[in-house]
C-alpha cells in the first residue's frame, strides 16, 4: 500500500519571503501521480500544482514549484514571493496511473502561517 | 454554481438521527468520491463511484450508504451514527477516461458533521 508523509505538522514564513514544504511517499508502482493540494479556513480543498512521475522536469504553476526527487520519493513544495492568501493547510497526496485505481492517498497535511 | 457543491455545509445530528448529505459537480465529470476528514489524520477515501457505478467501498460501516442517481449528484445517507463519526465530509469529482492517464480531482467545500 501507498503511503505518504508530510514531516512538518506546522510551518511559518514571513510576507514575501519563499518556504520550502516537504513530502515524502513509499510506493512500489513506477507510474502515478503526485499533488499538492490547499485547504484555506473555507474548507475547499484546491489543487496547486501536479506531477506526472514519469515526467523529468518539475512542475510549476506561477509561485508554486515542486521538487520532484523520483529514486529518493520525495516531492517538496515551493512557494516563492508568500502572501497572506497562501495561509492554509496544504496537503501532498499520492494516487497511481493504474487503470481502475482513481484512489488518492493524502498526507496528514502541513498548516502554513504567513507573518506579515 | 461552479466547480463542485456540497449541501448542507454544517449538519449537527442525534446518533438516532437519519440524514443526508448531497453533492453535485457542475464540470461534466463521470466519477465522484466521498472523503472522511477528521482532526489530525488523513483524509479516507469512502467511497468512489465511475460511470455512476461503485468502484470502491473502503471498508466503510453500513451506517454509512451512499447513493450517485446520475453522473451529476451523490448522496451519503446516514442513519444511527456514532459521535466518532463527527468530521468533514468531503465531495469530489474528476473525469476518468475509459484507458489512459487519470485526471485531478477536484473537490467541494465540504459538510461539517457532528454526532451528538
Known amino acids: 500500500a501507498q503511503t505518504v508523509t508530510q514531516s512538518q505538522p506546522e510551518m511559518s514564513v514571513q510576507e514575501a519571503e519563499t518556504v520550502t514544504l516537504s513530502c515524502t511517499y513509499d510506493?512500489?508502482?513506477?507510474?502515478?501521480?503526485l499533488f499538492w493540494y490547499k485547504q484555506p479556513p473555507s474548507r475547499q480543498m484546491i489543487l496547486v500544482i501536479r506531477?506526472?512521475?514519469?515526467?523529468?522536469q518539475n512542475a510549476t504553476e506561477n509561485r508554486f514549484s515542486v521538487n520532484f526527487q523520483k529514486a529518493a520519493k520525495s516531492f517538496s513544495l515551493k512557494i516563492s514571493d508568500s502572501q497572506l492568501g497562501d495561509a492554509a493547510m496544504y496537503f501532498c497526496?499520492?494516487?497511481?496511473?493504474?487503470?481502475?485505481?482513481?484512489?488518492?492517498?493524502f498526507g496528514t497535511g502541513t498548516r502554513l502561517t504567513i507573518i506579515p | 454554481e461552479t466547480g463542485v457543491t456540497q449541501t448542507p455545509r454544517h449538519l449537527v445530528m442525534g446518533m438516532t438521527n437519519k440524514k443526508s448529505l448531497k453533492c453535485e459537480q457542475h464540470?461534466?465529470?463521470?466519477?465522484m468520491y466521498w472523503y472522511k476528514q477528521s482532526a489530525k489524520k488523513p483524509l479516507e477515501l469512502m467511497f468512489v463511484?465511475?460511470?455512476?457505478?461503485?468502484?470502491e467501498n473502503n471498508s466503510v460501516p453500513s451506517r454509512f450508504s451512499p447513493e450517485c442517481p446520475n453522473s451529476s449528484h451523490l448522496f451519503l445517507h446516514l442513519h444511527t451514527l456514532q459521535p466518532e463519526d463527527s468530521a468533514l465530509y468531503l465531495c469530489?469529482?474528476?473525469?476518468?477516461?475509459?484507458?489512459?492517464?487519470?485526471?485531478?480531482?477536484?473537490f467541494g467545500p465540504g459538510t461539517r458533521l457532528t454526532v451528538l
Open positions: 469530489a469529482s474528476s473525469q476518468e477516461p475509459l484507458y489512459g492517464d487519470s485526471d485531478t480531482q477536484y
Open positions: 510506493t512500489s508502482e513506477s507510474d502515478y501521480y
Open positions: 506531477q506526472e512521475a514519469y515526467k523529468q
Open positions: 464540470l461534466g465529470h463521470n466519477a
Open positions: 463511484y465511475s460511470l455512476e457505478e461503485r468502484v
Open positions: 497526496a499520492y494516487r497511481s496511473a493504474n487503470f481502475g485505481n482513481e484512489k488518492l492517498t
